[in-house]
């Protein structure tokens, strides 16, 4: 038997394959202290597990639903989006899914046919490349470059664009690198759009996790709400990973085909899951605004600890909840060094380049920890690479020398 050639172009999402190293070498009876998965370690808020609960046992929601998601979460996304981004939408024009991906993959299936070219952020979300790919289309790196604070540099993204340049994919506050575009940046994104008519999809997954100043949304801007896929969703603002809770804002025109999509694919979304998500929208938001401090005061330990360590530099995220630092010092690949951190010192991060090529020479460490283990492993961090940086030698999974 063979596979289908489409194979050979999909890509994959290496945290959790990192994620699978490190348990394997938890299951020897190794301590690893998990740095790897974008996963909040805060348990989702009660009352939102409530009304979940309440709509499963009490108003027997288990069936199917509309293929875009319930009436009252797709209105409460409406009122939502108005409130916190300042997009003037419909219950008709927002898609609810399982998770935020399938936003990203109905995005390319409906509007990217073979040839046509997704500029994308390299290092960024590597799912973006790898659905680009998938369906035909000719991914385009846009890097991102530690001295441009690891944001777009808009010049170079418009010597990028051609004929065939059919959609723009940008994510602010960005993954890996916690960079967070400029309102200057983003409106000269959509005069770029508008210019070379393109279609935008602007992942806002960590967009109430932005530190400094407001989110701008680029459907806002004039002229864009006709050209934007704006995505988001449950996972990082209110610790629902497993809840599988994403959502688009889309154009009019576009939404049927996205409602085809999923009936074509995954027919409809979980449907007390979607109750969850009503109270966590509607709901009191003390929780989520807890998280967030507490993630601006780990970004700080790390960021300190990072840079504390010889032959690493870090600089400050802007949002989301990563780190990203230079380790190009150390005259090794980032993927040599993330084996190395694991096997050696215990500690599981991600190689910059499981984020695209731009991403050689950093690591992404997730700070969704607790503050001792981070401690910890900043501990560890600094005791590995100095131990490379006088030997010169590494540790790999049949040679552990911790």
Excluded at 174 to 188: E, K
Aim: charged share 20%.
């Amino acid at each position: 038997m063979k596979l289908a050639s489409r194979m050979e172009r999909i890509g994959t999402e290496t945290a959790f394959e990192a994620a699978a190293r490190a348990r394997a070498l938890e299951a020897t009876g190794r301590d690893v202290i998990h740095l790897e998965i974008g996963e909040p370690d805060f348990d989702t808020p009660r009352n939102v597990s409530e009304a979940a609960s309440h709509a499963l046992l009490e108003e027997s929601a288990t069936h199917y639903t509309a293929a875009t998601g319930i009436l009252p979460l797709r209105e409460a996304i409406v009122a939502d989006v108005a409130r916190w981004k300042g997009i003037a939408t419909t219950p008709e024009q927002v898609v609810v899914t399982p998770g935020a991906k399938p936003i990203m993959f109905y995005a390319m299936l409906a509007l990217i046919d073979d040839g046509d070219e997704v500029i994308y952020p390299n290092p960024g979300f590597p799912i973006y490349e790898s659905m680009a790919r998938y369906v035909g289309g000719t991914a385009v790196a846009a890097p991102l470059r530690e001295e441009n604070d690891f944001r777009l540099d808009l010049d170079e993204v418009a010597s990028l664009i051609t004929p065939r340049t059919k959609m723009l994919v940008f994510n602010t506050p960005h993954n890996p690198t916690g960079s967070v575009l400029t309102d200057a940046d983003i409106r000269r994104l959509a005069e770029l759009a508008i210019e070379h008519d393109l279609v935008v999809l602007a992942d806002e997954i960590y967009g109430r996790l932005q530190y400094e100043g407001e989110l701008l949304s680029i459907a806002t801007l004039p002229g864009m709400a006709d050209r934007t896929i704006t995505l988001d969703g449950f996972s990082k603002t209110f610790a629902m990973t497993g809840w599988r809770l994403g959502y688009g804002v889309l154009p009019e025109w576009l939404a049927p085909s996205f409602s085809r999509l999923i009936i074509n694919s995954v027919s409809c979304t979980n449907a007390f899951a979607q109750a969850g998500a009503i109270e966590a929208l509607n709901g009191p938001q003390d929780a989520a605004n807890e998280m967030r401090e507490e993630f601006i005061a780990r970004r700080q330990i790390m960021v300190d600890g990072l840079n504390a360590i010889p032959g690493v530099t870090c600089v400050l995220p802007r949002g989301a909840f990563y780190t990203f630092p230079n380790v190009s010092s150390f005259g090794r690949s980032s993927a040599e060094i993330a084996d190395h951190l694991l096997y050696d010192a215990g500690v599981c991060g991600l190689a910059g380049t499981a984020f695209g090529k731009h991403g050689e020479g950093y690591l992404r460490f997730s700070y969704a920890n607790s503050r001792e283990n981070l401690v910890a492993a900043l501990e560890r961090i600094g005791e590995s690479l100095g131990k490379l940086e006088r030997t010169g030698e590494l540790a790999t999974a049949g040679a552990v020398s911790r």
